[in-house]
T-cell receptor, first 112, second 113 residues
């Protein structure tokens, strides 16, 4: 059974600081997604990671994937208040299974 | 381009009532899914469809029915609502292709009293 764990689940950080959050999954997968959710809103796609060593960057966020370790990281550089949100990773089963499993999400608060 | 549209946005039901949550997408996506989001639980898959006429169960299917008669629509039916079904429900769609990302609707906040 595929399980996805995120840590930390809550993070409060100062503007300008850097931090890395982690997403571990339990079984082999061929794709991993990162989503952002603002309070009371829907989910917004951030990154799709498909292969070992994949690295993608968008603004102050950079995501990477290590399929051998079953680990993805989301690195925040020089945080700003607008990054405050909940971040989810989601992992798809092997062979393109539609059964996407989400982590519990990490609530990020960036303080001025 | 509307994307994924869910209706209603908010709903209050009494225990035992039935209702249908609507989901429509205008992107001609093959795959559609329903998730529920509960505090501290992330999103959990209820049912999904890989094309018109084809549906399957997700992680938490009990108490919910779905059908997919057209590519565009994927309604979720609660036959007899229970307080445990109080949640925020999200519909998502994505194109065919193993790795395509999913696009989510705005959600339906359901309260069962």
């Amino acid at each position: 059974e595929l399980k996805v764990e995120q840590n930390p689940l809550f993070l409060s950080m100062q503007e300008g600081k850097n931090y890395t959050i982690y997403c571990n999954y339990s079984t082999t997968s061929d794709r991993l997604y990162w989503y952002r959710q603002d309070p009371g809103k829907s989910l917004e796609s951030l990154f799709v990671l498909l292969s070992n060593g994949a690295v993608k960057q968008e603004g102050r966020l950079m995501a990477s994937l290590d399929t051998k370790a079953r680990l993805s990281t989301l690195h925040i550089t020089a945080a700003v208040h607008d990054l405050s949100a909940t971040y989810f990773c989601a992992v798809g089963g092997r062979g393109g299974s539609e059964k996407l499993v989400f982590g519990k999400g990490m609530k990020l608060t960036v303080n001025p | 381009n509307a994307g994924v549209t869910q209706t209603p946005k908010f709903q209050v039901l009494k225990t035992g009532q039935s209702m249908t949550l609507q989901c429509a997408q205008d992107m001609n996506h093959e795959y559609m899914s329903w998730y529920r989001q509960d505090p501290g639980m992330g999103l959990r898959l209820i049912h999904y469809s890989v094309g018109a006429g084809i549906t399957d169960q997700g992680e938490v299917p009990n108490g919910y029915n779905v059908s997919r008669s057209t590519t565009e629509d994927f309604p979720l039916r609660l036959l007899s609502a229970a307080p445990s079904q109080t949640s925020v429900y999200f519909c998502a769609s994505r194109s065919g292709g193993t790795h395509a990302e999913a696009f989510f609707g705005q959600g339906t906040r359901l309260t069962v009293v």
